[in-house]
């Protein structure tokens, strides 16, 4: 009876009998099993290689996210530029926040900031329309256009034959006492700069507001300007012919409106008067096409 050994040799067992060949076999399988043993430990061994200098990026990584994110204790300045968001504890503390995006947590934490002044986010799509009425004093700190924003509807549609989101009525109401006309483009415009706080023209018409733009040394009168030289919280005023009247309305580019409303192609804010009152329409993103006849109007902190 012929037995194969572990080096693949042929050979012959001792003797005839089934015992001592299952005794040779089973040294064989010995052998084998070592051998696998052998192969599993190496196998192991750059495993763990892997292991360790995942480990070693991951840490890397994580050293580079923390060191984005700086804290100013003398300031109490916060800054972050991480991608994926912060929840850092200095939200609960800090009273000026820059950061790129702001995670569930940490906006929880804003919200219980007291001492918070100025708040920069670049993205707060993710924020709750309760978290931005709680947040928006100092998200609209001498922003007028981010102001606009966030009191505005998202579609044009949201805000015919209505006075608005409920911001766009506190804003209104606390900045603009005198405005009783809430589906005004100029009542609008009066919110979206008075709730910056750069200033305090408020007027309920296009006339009004042109007047103290011209008695105003802070704003300056541009002229017509092409959309890449236009600066977020520019303000347009349209001259409308045939009897229609002028407008004015606030721009913010598509960059700045997807930072609350990412899948907007809008690029400003207005409201609109209308004879009908119930065709009338509150703030809401809306398109600036630049034809017709139009001029800027920019505040001088632009």
Not at 96 to 113: C, M
Not at 190 to 219: H, L, P, Q, T
Request: aromatic share 10%.
């Amino acid at each position: 009876m012929a037995c194969v050994s572990h080096d693949g040799a042929s050979c012959r067992c001792i003797s005839r009998g089934r015992e001592s060949c299952r005794v040779f076999m089973c040294c064989v399988s010995i052998r084998r099993v070592f051998r696998c043993s052998v192969s599993l430990r190496r196998v192991c061994g750059r495993l763990a290689v892997a292991m360790i200098f995942g480990l070693f990026l991951s840490l890397l990584i994580f050293s580079t996210r923390v060191y984005a994110c700086d804290y100013n204790s003398k300031t109490k300045t916060f800054t972050c530029d991480c991608e994926d968001g912060t929840s850092s504890k200095y939200l609960s503390k800090a009273v000026y926040v820059k950061a790129d995006y702001v995670t569930k947590q940490g906006i929880r934490r804003l919200v219980k900031n007291k001492k918070l002044k100025t708040l920069e986010v670049q993205d707060f799509s993710n924020f709750s329309e309760d978290e931005l009425k709680k947040l928006y004093l100092p998200m609209a700190k001498d922003n007028i256009a981010v102001a606009a924003l966030l009191f505005a509807y998202e579609n044009v549609d949201d805000s015919v034959g209505n006075s608005g989101t409920y911001l766009y009525r506190k804003v209104l109401t606390k900045f603009c006492p005198s405005i009783k006309t809430f589906r005004s483009c100029a009542s609008a415009v009066s919110a979206a700069i008075n709730g910056a706080r750069v200033s305090d023209i408020e007027s309920a018409s296009v006339a009004g507001m042109v007047s103290a733009f011209k008695a105003d040394d802070e704003w300056h009168n541009l002229g017509k300007l092409p959309e890449e030289r236009m600066k977020p919280g520019d303000i347009i005023l349209i001259k409308r012919t045939g009897g229609q009247r002028n407008h004015v309305q606030v721009w913010l580019g598509n960059d700045v409106v997807r930072r609350r409303f990412p899948n907007s192609t809008g690029n400003s804010v207005s409201a609109s008067y209308d004879d009908s009152y119930s065709k009338a329409r509150s703030a809401a993103v809306a398109t600036f096409r630049f034809t017709g006849r139009y001029y800027v109007i920019r505040h001088r902190k632009k």
